[in-house]
């Protein structure tokens, strides 16, 4: 049975009572929005005002832009000294972040073939999870003493979109027999509402395994660039 976290918690993930081999991080979320156009769309729909009030496909074509928050998670390899030492090519002596220690949507495979990002979901819509980063931590080299998840909203400053309008967010473990280990559920609210991105959690190497830290801290800054610099 998975261990649910709560913010500021951590637990365990010891090889000898999990397959680590490979590991799925996946991400989660609902935008709260949403749901109060499509009650504004059946309450038009029962009342026989559709058509009156603009129709049900003027406000879904609202839900579907509500819907559209494009939430991005992104992960740093960082050395024993808990700093991210390679960040990729560099073009006119500025780096470029490709082929380094940071896995983004522009740099989805790192280059020792032990993480990548699956891909990127642009809206949040449907079950399960959102997004995933898949992690081989028994095969992750030795250099590499800490992972470092951050999650933000793509252009959340321009589309005025915020945490505090997303809800039922989570990040997960599973092992490499398809078992969830481990769970942190962090609700959207007031509380979020200049909050645009988020260092959601970390995996630190231990003995025997890794240790999964729920963190939860959030950040008015729509890129995780804000975030890197506190690993450089």
């Known amino acids: 049975m998975a261990i649910s976290l709560k913010k500021g918690q951590g637990v365990s993930l010891k090889k000898s009572d999990n397959d680590l081999s490979m590991v799925t991080i996946g991400l989660g979320w609902d935008v709260a929005e949403t749901y109060k156009m499509v009650e504004q769309v059946v309450e038009r729909k029962k009342s026989g005002l559709g058509g009156l009030l603009g129709g049900t496909e003027k406000v879904m074509e609202q839900v579907r832009v509500l819907d559209e928050y494009d939430l991005d998670v992104v992960a740093f390899l960082c050395g024993a000294d808990g700093k991210v030492h390679d960040l990729g090519k560099r073009e006119n002596g500025k780096p470029t972040l490709t082929n380094g220690d940071v896995v983004f949507f522009n740099n989805l495979r790192h280059h020792s073939g032990q993480i990548w990002l699956t891909g990127d979901n642009r809206t949040g819509a449907g079950d399960g999870d959102d997004e995933q980063i898949i ?5 992750l ?8 998840f951050v999650v933000q909203i793509y252009k959340g400053l321009a589309n005025a979109q915020s945490f505090g309008k997303v809800h039922n967010a989570f990040i997960r473990a599973e092992d490499g027999q398809g078992r969830e280990m481990v ?32 963190i939860g801290t959030p950040s008015p800054s729509d890129s995780f660039v804000e975030w890197l610099r506190q690993y450089l």
């Open 135 to 139: 992690v081989k931590l028994n095969d």
């Open 141 to 148: 080299p030795d250099i590499y003493a800490k992972v470092v």
């Open 183 to 214: 769970r942190f559920n962090l609700s959207g609210g007031a509380q979020y509402e200049t909050c645009r991105s988020m260092l959601f959690a970390e995996l630190i190497r231990e003995t025997g395994g890794w240790k999964f830290n729920a």
